[in-house]
């Protein structure tokens, strides 16, 4: 039993997809390339046809006059070459031009605007012969591109017989008509018959466009490891992101720390809370919480307190209240000014008695 992890069993996802189009790999039905340039071919043609015939005649017709004046030389048959391409490119050209506009149109038209030299970097594994021959005879797709030519044949070839069989009746009856009557009816004929072959072939197209759709989904379909993979790699490693954290809260914790010695008291616990508060009269509105923590922190506050000679002051609720309605870098909240400039007050009146003594 295979295991259920490695089995392509999720829709692609959005990065997969745009992957696969930087790399080339699209939805692309060429039958609706040939399907689209076949019906304008014959419509351009049953339009234009007339008039390109008309002037390849006039210029055919002038040529066999002229013929008996022609002296055949290097450059005379140079001459006339450059004259006749020429002439068959302004009879042809635009016919040319709208063919290849076409192919663009219909190009974009199924993949959009897309560049990509990726599929044209050589691949040396593809050289091996035997490789490649187990791709022709034994693939999937292999399979269903020879089943879709060998369909695509039997009905072209029954619509085109079913189209020729009333048209051979038909024909019977020109025996006795003048040849512009028989080329008229071939010409007729010919766009009868072509122009149903082009909607068998618009058919297919439809259908085999349906085809290549699903068939790119279910190649494109991604296993749960490898959706879990992309997670990881679009939202970043659980690991890595927890080693980031860390390091951002020491990072913190470091710059928290070095703020204690601008404190003017430590409010305690005594031992679960410390709570730094600076307050300048002249700058702030109201004391500020330059650091807090709980128990190994809080203890290395007050470490940091005695060593720079700050007035540590034991007041457990306001010890509580302070660490857990107030972060750091904010203000304390109003509700609480009454109790912080008690002690503030009394900091200030230990510090004037001790400057006057």
């Known amino acids: 039993m295979a295991d259920s992890g490695s089995e392509k069993t999720e829709a692609p996802s959005g990065k997969k997809l745009s992957d696969a189009r930087d790399k080339g790999q699209v939805v692309k039905s060429v039958e609706i390339n040939s ?15 007339t008039s390109m015939m008309q002037q390849i005649a006039d210029v055919t017709r002038n040529v066999l006059r002229s013929a008996h004046t022609i002296t055949l030389t290097v450059d005379s048959v140079h001459h006339y070459f450059t004259l006749g391409v020429l002439l068959l490119a302004g009879i042809l050209g635009p016919t040319l031009l709208v063919f290849m506009g076409l192919g663009i149109v219909t190009n974009v038209a199924q993949v959009g605007f897309m560049f990509t030299m990726k599929p044209m970097k050589p691949k040396f594994s593809k050289l091996n012969p035997i490789t490649g021959l187990s791709k022709v005879m034994i693939s999937k797709r292999s399979m269903v591109e020879m089943v879709k030519g060998m369909a695509k044949i039997a009905i072209v070839s029954f619509v085109a017989y079913v189209a020729m069989e009333k048209l051979i009746v038909q024909s019977v009856e020109l025996m006795d008509s003048e040849p512009a009557a028989i080329m008229s009816f071939i010409a007729r004929a010919s766009f009868i018959v072509g122009l149903k072959i082009c909607g068998v072939f618009l058919i297919i197209a439809i259908f085999d466009y349906a085809f290549q759709k ?18 990881k790699q679009a939202e970043g ?3 890595t992101k927890s080693r980031v954290r860390s390091m951002q ?26 709570v730094a508060l600076q307050y ?14 709980m128990n190994l922190i809080a203890q290395k506050i007050k470490d940091i307190a005695k060593e720079h000679n700050i007035p540590i002051m034991e007041d457990r609720p306001l ?6 309605s107030v972060e750091i870098g904010e203000q304390i909240s109003e509700h609480l000014f009454k109790a912080v ?17």
Do not use: W
Not at 35 to 49: D, E, H, K, N, P
């Open 35 to 49: 399907a689209v340039m076949l019906t304008f071919g014959l419509l351009m043609i049953s339009i234009t046809g």
């Open 319 to 324: 010890a509580r209240a302070l660490y857990k």
């Open 341 to 357: 400039a008690e002690i503030l007050a009394y900091i200030y009146q230990m510090r004037n008695a001790s400057r006057r003594a």
């Open 249 to 274: 809260r020491q990072q913190a914790r470091k710059r928290m720390m070095a703020n204690v010695p601008k404190a003017d008291v430590i409010i305690t616990n005594p031992t679960h809370y410390a």
């Open 280 to 293: 300048d009269p002249a700058k702030m509105g109201a004391p500020i919480v330059v650091a807090k923590g």
């Open 237 to 239: 490693d659980p690991l």
């Open 214 to 231: 699903y068939d790119f989904t279910m190649q494109q379909k991604m296993t749960k490891e490898e959706v879990k993979e992309e997670g």
